[in-house]
């Protein structure tokens, strides 16, 4: 019994540090890693498929970034339907995926 924790302890620390390790060299990581570069001849061909000139193109480019929470979305219509939804998933109108990730009452984002 005590071969099996010592066994057992020695494959958690293995499991806890090759996680620390990871964690502090992450940031070192990107520090030193360049950016990556585009391909001209590819943005040229987005530029040209989506008819943009050069200065639309650096406008765009330029705009301040936005994530999923700047974005409007249904989930509180959805909460408030919570029952309805829960009635058409029992129903097998719905998924239950669907019931429980966009009834839930706590939000989730995954942005």
Request: aromatic share 18%; net charge positive.
């Amino acid at each position: 019994m005590k071969k099996l924790f010592k066994h057992m302890s020695i494959y958690g620390l293995g499991g806890i540090i090759t996680k620390a390790v990871n964690f502090f060299l992450l940031p070192i990581y990107t520090y030193l890693c360049e950016p990556p570069k585009s391909d001209p001849e590819i943005v040229e061909l987005f530029k040209k498929r989506l008819g943009l000139s050069n200065e639309e193109f650096i406008e765009l480019m330029t705009l301040p970034k936005k994530g999923c929470r700047d974005y409007e979305t249904y989930k509180p219509t959805f909460e408030r339907w919570r029952l309805f939804f829960y009635l058409m998933a029992k129903a097998d109108l719905i998924s239950w995926s669907f019931y429980i990730e966009y009834t839930s009452l706590r939000m989730r984002y995954n942005c």
